[in-house]
């Protein structure tokens, strides 16, 4: 212990993200970049692994979501303090995410928790909203240049709105540089292959998953 708190560690780092412990977070992160500690050692080491680590208890029940929130308070709490840092080491988000929820839906709260849990592990997220037509989508990608797209749709009236999303796309010309991941609660995998998405996540965990498992993928 310091006179001023706790002392400035990686674990007390990740265990902040796990407690949804915001204050605290900044003061150490703090601590360790003042110790000359890598911005990007802090991130990969402590801030990742503390977000994957809520990721997985939110599957197995042992996270309820005002839980998940305040994980990712903390996190971002972290994120705003390390950005410069980061930006000065020239460290970079793993990949870019567009999301938004499909024309004539205003569902968005699986929509933000996959946002969460995928800036949470490391990608930039672009949240396009709710209610996007697939031609604001097909806008967004041309001005954001993502390396997935993820469609989300909470009604089963809605969810038919995501195959015009990407047919928009491919008509665009801009189908074949992207991944589209697609979910919420009426889309199966059957669902998503049959309107010719790449990937389909039944929750937000999984969402990031499944797009690190794109990623993997060679580019047509």
Known sequence: MTAEGPEPTLAGVRACVLEGRSKLIVALVQGLLDRS??????????????MAAVGEMMRTGQMYLPEVLQSAGA???AMD??????LRDEARPSAKVLLGTVRGDMHDIGKNLVGIMMRGAGFEVVDAGVQVSPRRFVEAVAEHRPDIVGLSAMLTTTMANMKPTIDALESAGLRRGVRVLVGGAPVSRAFAEG???????????RAV??????LALPRS
């Open 209 to 214: 998953a499944e797009a690190r498992s794109l």
């Open 81 to 86: 303090l390390l950005k410069p840092y980061l």
């Open 195 to 205: 309107i010719g998405a790449d990937g389909y996540a039944p929750d937000a965990v």
């Open 37 to 50: 500690v890598r911005a990007e050692e802090v991130l990969n080491t402590a801030l990742l692994p503390g």
């Open 75 to 77: 996190m971002k709490a």
